[in-house]
């Protein structure tokens, strides 16, 4: 036994890049991105060749763009500036606080960054991600405190036929307790699927730390799958890898909503949980929002809390389904029975924002309360997490 | 409520491209890879301002490189050929079953595919992965069949002063049973953690396809994470985002054998396992490698299944910790008690190769009995996740 290993193990390192023995290593030898004291952001690229380096993301304030649909907002794009030895960089002034995400452009080529290994898939892309820490962001930091579990899982579903993934997180303690606890069912949008939420939602370092705060209830938070062509997200279920699509089939027909109650009654028979309407809320982005639209209303005497995240409230051709019959009459029925919060938020700029107008019209018609927040921005996950960090406190 | 879904959501994916409503979709309209009935490949690119595309990665032969310390063995690289629309392209000859990793390089610049959102992080470098079915490789896809849980779970490490996170598979039926069961303890190699075996090691997916072929016993595999500076894998911990390294101090100085005993308590204590020898199972890969011959030594009556894939088996100038003395001695000890499998595998062209050679000639002299397996190929987790499939099967 000679105590080569420090030795040998430097000569792995020394031959990386010229060995198959292992992955492909295409991490450059430079730190990208790097947030400074001051939060202004340093972006390095390792890319002697190219001719022009771009950074685009949504730290960068939009820019108007022409098209032939006319002025839209476009991503804000930046230029890096080459220096010595082929690293491109640019720096940024202070930023706020924010998960923010980009990408380079390589010679107009959009691509990932080779020094940040950090990504999360959105639908068909997966996109570098970066937090510049303090005030609302410091929510989705882990920090040093006690952490709840994520569980990925599968349930029986008789209503649509098969097993299913879902992600649960139960909170601080839980394993190691006997009390029960109220349930948060968190829906995802189009294009996303039981990894969203946890993703790029950062669900469990948002209730994490709401939780060590005191300033949300432990809770458990589930997170279902809402495409029912589907028994797990893209990767994690028996399709394995393939394209990711937006609009997927049979999402918003009534099927899910229908056989919602699968989910409750798993949950309900495999968690401690407090199986009543006062211990209930379900809350949903975009397509998410119109299932819990739906869901509360066809099940109206089921939850005391619903979120219509940027909800997407609007009929649809294919809804013939069961789940959309007597509209009017549900939610009637869900406003007589009684609820503690129907809380709407939406972006000023969001395109969902005329439907989401229309439908407070509708509800203020027939006095259906509601609490209703408008926030900056439009249908992006930066509003809803900080939705999340604002509906989750006013629970249980 | 006007019947204007399908439009508005048509008119938004047209737009996509040039809002920043939403996280920067950088997919392109295209399928890449495309593995084909015949289990050949097509890569594709759309990159109409390149000069040159290339794809390199683990389904090519590698090539003989001239480097400085002599030749060696380089990865093969393949040329696309630039067709309509800018769309680039390369197909393979029919590949064997495999879960392989591909990167490419345009304009000498080595980048991940825009169309395939899964890629897995390995160290320091997030590396787009694509599955050929058929033979073993069946294995790592999900099939629809009964599905184990997956938890990411903290537990309380005195040894080491911190809550610390923890990936637990937990097989079919866990969860609606009082059975208890055995225990695998299946631990990363130097610059992974508690990700590495579930992502790149397809943990769940083996166990899942073994049990239903009845070719394992059904079992809980504990994942921890082996670096003692750290509380949770990159991102996942309290340091958040960072640039990992391949190299982290501590994680072979004897910490991580020596509290070892926090994480077996913690599972025996949190699950239903049968709490014996004769149902705990311990086995790494390279540094895990290195850690289970510590970790079994020293802990002598604890494990009657040893797996060394690859291991990283030599003594080190900072292995100065308790868990190091009287090597030979407790060695014996572990050989008098007595096991039931010491299984040892590595790759006729790992860089370990020779170590392993001389760690097998020290257990023949002393007569330790052990089982040997010489597979092809190097220091990979394509070996990695195949020894799991082989070593598995033998447990309990």
Redesign the interface.
Known sequence: ??????L??S?????IS??????????QNI?SPEVHADNSVTFRLH????QAVQV???FLP?VK?E?P?GP?????KANLTKGENGVWEFKTSPLGPELY???FI???????D??????I???????N???VGGGHADLF????I?????????YDSPGLGM?R?ITIYTPPGY??STEKFPVLYLLHG?GGDEEAWIN?GRTAQIMDNLIAQGKAKPMIVVMPNGNVIQ??A?????M??Y??Q??IPKT?DGTYEGAFGDIIKFVES?YRVKADKANRAIAGLSMGGYHTLHISRFYPNTFDYMGLFSA???????ATGKVYSD?DQTLKTQMDNGYKLYWIAIGK????YE?NK??RA?LDTMKMPYEYVESEG????RNWRVYLTQFAPRLF
Chains 1, 2 share one sequence.
């Open positions: 036994m000679k105590k080569h290993l420090l040998i193990f000569a792995y390192l020394l031959s010229v060995q198959a023995q292992e992955a492909l290593f295409r991490a730190i890319a002697p060749n190219a685009t993301g949504d939009t763009m098209t649909r839209m907002d476009g991503p804000g995400n980009y990408s390589i010679d107009g080529f959009s691509t990932t080779p020094s940040n290994p950090f990504l898939r959105d639908v068909a892309s997966a996109t991600i970066f937090i930091k882990v920090n040093d006690p952490h709840g579990s994520v569980t990925r899982r599968w097993d993934r394993e190691n189009a790029l028994d797990g893209p990767g994690e279920g028996s394995n890898f394209k990711p937006f609009m918003m495999n997407a409230i609007m009929a649809r051709e294919d509209f700029t969001d395109f969902l439907a229309e439908y509708k439009g249908h992006t996950w």
